[in-house]
Every structure is written in C-alpha cells, then in structure tokens.
C-alpha cells in the first residue's frame, strides 16, 4: 500500500536563495549551508507530491515546437490519460513538457511541473497547473521519479537520456520499484537500443537479458498508453 502522507501542499514555490555568511573562512560552515538547502528541496518536494494520485512523469526534449511530431505526440498522449484520471508530470518546461502539461489541462486533469532554472531553454510553461521549482538537478530528478507509477520518454537530448539510463539503473540494482518505462519513437530509439543489446550485452557482458525488458518500445501514444493505464500505484521509492 502507498504511503503518502497528507499536509497540504502548496500550487506553487520557488526556493529563496540560501546564501552563506559573508565571512568565508570555515570551509564547512559554507558546505552546510548547502545541506540545509539539499534537505529543504526534499522537504517541500515530497510534501509537494504527496496528495497526487494515479502520477505519469513525462520526459523528452526542451527544444521542440508545437509543429514538431514529438511534441505533438506528447500532447496526445497526455490528453489520453488526463481523461483517465492520470496526474501528468513534467519538468515543467517547453518543449515535450509543455505539451504533455497541455494536453493534461485541456482535460481539466492535474497538470503538474517541477522546474529548474538553466542557463538556456527552462522556463516554466503556461499549461502547468501546480508548480515547484528546485535548485539541483538531482533533487528535482528524485521528485520527477519518486511517486509516478509509469515513465513516458519521448526523444531527447543528454538531459533525457540521462534521466532514462538512471531510472532503468535504479530498478535494475533494485533501488527503485519495477514499473513502466516507455520509450515512445522507434526512429529515435531503435538505435541506441540496438546498441545496448549488440555492444553492451552480447559484446561486452555488461548486463544481463533481463535488463533490456526493463524498458519496453513503441512507436505509437495508443501503445504507450495501453501500457501506462495498466500501471498501478506504487509506493515512494
């Protein structure tokens, strides 16, 4: 049974800065400065999360526009299961975000986005309906995957792929319960997958057979979406 505990959480919150003292001359004051902001972004992250139900985290790229294929496909998808009663998470920025949050608001579902600031690209997008924004990479990425019950990767860049190799890693060494991670786009992914099985597993030995069904491909949103809708909840990791 899901634990999800029950305060009340915010629409949205951007993390003040926490600076450390003026005076520089204790190395580790200034490193604990930064823990306490490492444990405030978990805090505010989970109590955040914690009323959402039936979550889906959408991934892929920032830089597609709305004529794009990807991003087209992105808001389909998400408007399919904002009519099933799924919470659509994303980064909360342009691009494959922005369509997934679009097309979950224009069901009237819970259009959701976890943000982070970056020198190019990040915004947030109109169509997220609750927002939180981070400071770290790595905290905003524990709340991307702690409470969803299925990932959806459409094509992207180093930021997308590194976000799909960590998760399938989490659940392959078991750190992570075993859900649904849909690779959507065989033109993008037929590829790299290829790769894996040919160099990494028969070539080198680096992983095992079982950990390619980790994740599954498709090449079409009612594919993905027969997948994700048979998802169940789960527990955060």
Do not use: C
Not at 124 to 142: A, D, L, P, Q, S
Not at 178 to 193: E, H, M
Request: hydrophobic share 40%; charged share 25%; no cysteine.
């Amino acid at each position: 049974m899901a634990f999800h505990p029950k305060p009340s959480r915010p629409t949205a919150f951007l993390f003040p800065p926490l600076r450390a003292p003026e005076e520089k001359g204790d190395f580790r004051q200034e490193i604990s400065w930064r823990i306490f902001r490492i444990m405030a972004e978990f805090i505010d992250g989970f109590q955040f999360l914690a009323d959402l139900k039936k979550e889906v985290s959408f991934f892929g790229s920032a830089r597609f526009k709305p004529s794009n294929k990807h991003y087209r496909e992105a808001e389909k998808l998400a408007r399919m299961l904002g009519k099933a009663g799924f919470t659509v998470i994303t980064g909360g920025g342009p691009g494959v975000m922005e369509a997934a949050n679009k097309g979950a608001i224009e069901t009237g579902a819970e259009s959701v986005g976890l943000n982070i600031q970056l020198p190019k690209e990040q915004r947030v997008n109109r169509y997220v309906k609750h927002g939180i924004g981070f400071h770290y990479f790595f905290t905003r990425k524990v709340m991307l995957s702690a409470s969803a019950q299925a990932y959806v990767f459409f094509p992207g860049g180093f930021g997308t792929l590194d976000e799909m190799f960590e998760l399938i890693t989490l659940i392959e060494t078991e750190k992570a319960e075993r859900i649904p991670i849909v690779l959507i786009g065989k033109d993008y992914w037929s590829g790299l997958l290829s790769w894996i099985e040919e160099q990494v597993y028969k070539k080198h030995h680096a992983i095992e057979r079982g950990d390619m069904k980790i994740y599954t491909l498709v090449d079409s949103v009612e594919e993905a979406y027969e997948i994700v809708v048979k998802s169940k909840e789960r527990a955060y990791f």
